[in-house]
């Protein structure tokens, strides 16, 4: 079945997010979680810090000793320890007595507080304190953190690097993680070569090979490369040999709507095309079909069509292959200049964000990669606007908020 | 030498700045060039696109030929030869002929715009075409992206995706990179172990290995890291070899200001203390040392203050030694609560963007590692302000903008 009427896009995800599979899940070390997306809520088998714990180098006291005392009127207090990091005194302070302590060392039974060193004066077992102190002042108390038994990661996040922090403190050195969706990619058209600087005949560079390729790693999903010439039959068995070896397929190329074209058809023969033609510009040729029960993202083979329909489409569906919830941050620039669009259609306008503003790069055509090079965002332009006037504010998309 | 007066952190930057090496280069295919940062300008060694080519499946004609033709006029003209993907037409296109074209195929001489497949009918070798075309509609001209000799790349910038594809439309198949700055990371803290839930004594989880490892990953760095007990001895030695196998060298713990600390007190009697305590909250005892003409960044032992001292200070450092330009985007959002500050000191709140506003976490502790989770942004108070109101704009730091 052929769809005539281009579907927005906003739409198109919404039947593409529903036949992507539940991820499936592995053990790791924690030390090789970073960027993994976690698969298990995580809940505390600790409290951090597991003490009442001194937050500086100085001396554990009680804080009534030093009440009222100052440096003209300094506290005199006998050392009675001492604790270095890693260690933990077994005595029991009383009034009148002090533990030299370093920080992070678990507060002596009996203090209540800790002296900074530069407040104090020593001299052999004698401690002047030379400044009031309230109770538990310097001192990180046990479970400031979390307590033992607190959630404090939910599935579904990405583990960066406060995160994995976070998860060792919890006292874990294994997690259960979302496995990494591999992804078969078909790159289509018998004019595509790799790059050389003696192009003969009408060969092209195959430039989507590289950059289909590095968005896949950028999602955190696995990409295996594939190039096919524009024939149907052997179309037909790359895509069987993949949807059977991957947990989803993209195709680039071959997805014209005026008329059959070569991947769209084959699509069509082997299973469910659910949409075909998408009310985005660039990107309108994209295609989205279940075969073989998985997904397989049909791309324009013009690279930066391609790589719009990638970011509107295939980015989400990768993270949700894996587990990962992720919103991506948009802002709201003022436009240097006019932007004319059409009710009805969603543009991706390559552009510049200048400080305050946001600069629209002039280009016609789909196949300009330079200037996905040129811009660092876009503007969106919802389909219910007919464009943006001059100093109007818009929607932006910074490509480094895409990123996983 | 021991800098008694803390250094405003846009100052510290300067001096450390001053004091990492230039990087050095190595060649790598453009396979495997994915987020590497590039060390030479690139200029094109062919035309993008290489030829005029056909954007659209269609016909080749000359656009003369279509002048004040329509659906109810339809000009006609006689097939003469079909250009597949991949194929180019020895035969010159002549006033009143047409030559089938697939998208991408070199435009056949004579011809001057392709009539795209809809707007035409055809019956064995005759063809209407039912629309008026203006000269060189639906083709991409030679050049149309960039020329030969164009600069299109400059040195200094990482590859992303869409760099690569450029890179590989010039026709570059490898490319000089910077080579990734190896760093050696000494945790110290005899109390700190690895994650276990069994805690005895005075042990305390090491998630500084877990966190700053995956920073230095997340600057596109290579960590190697390693574990010292606060022993003055045993950390010169490590100092030593460290700095011997590795570009850069990274600490945690054992930077306190108000006394000698083991680490910096090494540092000293090892090489020059270019700081020690920067106006920086969370993050104050922070050094920086030239030892042996390497680099010895100094970080507390408390979370939260090394992630935010790595935030403002190594992770630039990082990217500079590996060649690369960028500037993190910032915004500005309307605070939800005020901020106090002090004037002279630059506060990194950790924050919360949401929708049009930034909501400053409530913490207190430089230990807290779940507000470094919680958050996803920096609100940074710079030394020059006493503080944010309620409701006033302040300058946010997505940590998204961090990352290379």
Known sequence: MFLSKLIPPEDAKKIIFNHLKAPSTEIVDLEKAYQRVIAQDVTSNLNSPPFDRAAMDGYAVKAEDTFGHSEKNPAQLK????????????????????IKIATGAPLPSGANAVVMEEFTYSEGKH?????????WENVSPVGEDFHKGDL????????????????ASSGLDRVSVFKKPKIGVIITGSELVM?????EGAEVINSNFFTIKSMIKSCLAVPDMFHAIDDASLMKDMLTKLLNDYDAVITTGGTA????????????????????????????PFAFAKIHGKPVFMLSGFPVAAMVQFDAFVRESLHKMQGLQMKPLTIQKKATRQI????GRTDYIRAVIEGDVVRPLKIKGS??????????????IPE???GIFEGEYCLVLPYQSLKA
């Open 79 to 98: 050392i009675i320890d001492i604790i270095g990091a890693g260690e933990k005194s077994r005595v029991l302070l009383k009034k009148g007595e002090a």
């Open 127 to 135: 401690l002047d304190v030379e400044t009031s102190l309230v109770p």
């Open 152 to 167: 404090i990661l939910e599935k579904g996040k990405i583990l960066n690097p406060a995160e994995l922090g976070l998860v």
């Open 195 to 199: 790059p050389k600087t003696n192009l």
């Open 257 to 284: 709507i005026s008329k059959g074209d070569v991947v769209v058809d084959v699509a069509n023969e082997m299973g469910d095309v659910l949409m075909h033609g998408v009310s985005l510009r660039p990107g309108k």
């Open 340 to 343: 004319a669009s059409t009710l």
């Open 367 to 380: 196949g300009i990669i330079k200037s996905m090079v040129e811009s660092n965002s876009y503007i969106i």
């Open 384 to 386: 219910n606007t007919e």
